[in-house]
């Protein structure tokens, strides 16, 4: 294309040329110091994560999260909460794709639309172990530099130079609704 035509002109600009999105379910296992007679609830926080371009595969999301997980235990006579720190691993594939970008710098932008959350917590293995099914969903954005071509318009653009004339005095019209004793009544009523 060139310059060799002049009604178009070659852009350089930032976009997004990579998008992806990831639901993803797992069991996690955790440990508890008594062996728990039921479940009483299961709560996940602190949920930490960083996304990096792998390759032309995708993205890798790396994070983890705490789970909470409250119990009885003792025939059901004492609780308590066992905390544990998971981390995962979550490779998110780009379904959409755009090759031609121009350089290999890139901006990932990994945004966690569902946060862990539990979805069941039960006693297994004889009651020695508490599994957790944990549901998650993150969307990828890649942006990379990329050209664009755009056609000019011949005419050129229609710029105003005068400003707008915006009608800023008031009329008669504007203060018939204005009570002029509003002041003098408000001192009175204190």
Same mark, same amino acid.
């Given at each position: ?8 002109? $070659? ?7 990579? /998008?992806? /999105?990831?639901?993803?379910? =797992? ?5 508890? $110091? ?33 789970? =909470? ?20 691993? +979550? ?8 090759? =031609? ?15 862990? =959350? ?16 944990? $549901? ?23 710029? +105003? ?30």
């Amino acid at each position: 294309m060139g310059f060799q035509n002049q009604s178009y002109r $070659e852009i350089i600009t930032k976009a997004v040329i990579g /998008r992806g /999105r990831k639901f993803s379910k =797992n069991i996690d296992h955790i440990r508890s $110091e008594s062996k728990p007679s039921s479940i009483l609830g299961c709560w996940i926080i602190n949920h930490r994560y960083h996304a990096k371009k792998k390759g032309d595969i995708g993205v890798e999301v790396v994070g983890k999260y705490d789970i =909470n997980v409250w119990y009885s235990h003792s025939d059901n006579s004492k609780t308590d909460v066992v905390s544990e720190t998971v981390e995962y691993k +979550e490779l998110v594939k780009l379904s959409i794709k755009d090759d =031609n970008y121009l350089d290999d710098e890139f901006e990932v932008y990994a945004k966690a639309i569902q946060q862990p =959350n539990c979805l069941e917590c039960k006693i297994v293995e004889h009651g020695k172990k508490i599994f957790v099914e944990v $549901e998650k969903e993150f969307l990828i954005e890649v942006v990379g530099e990329t050209k664009l071509c755009v056609k000019v318009d011949p005419d050129g653009c229609e710029v +105003e130079d005068e400003e707008e004339d915006w009608d800023l005095e008031l009329s008669d019209d504007d203060f018939k609704d204005v009570d002029p004793d509003f002041l003098d009544k408000k001192d009175e009523e204190d």
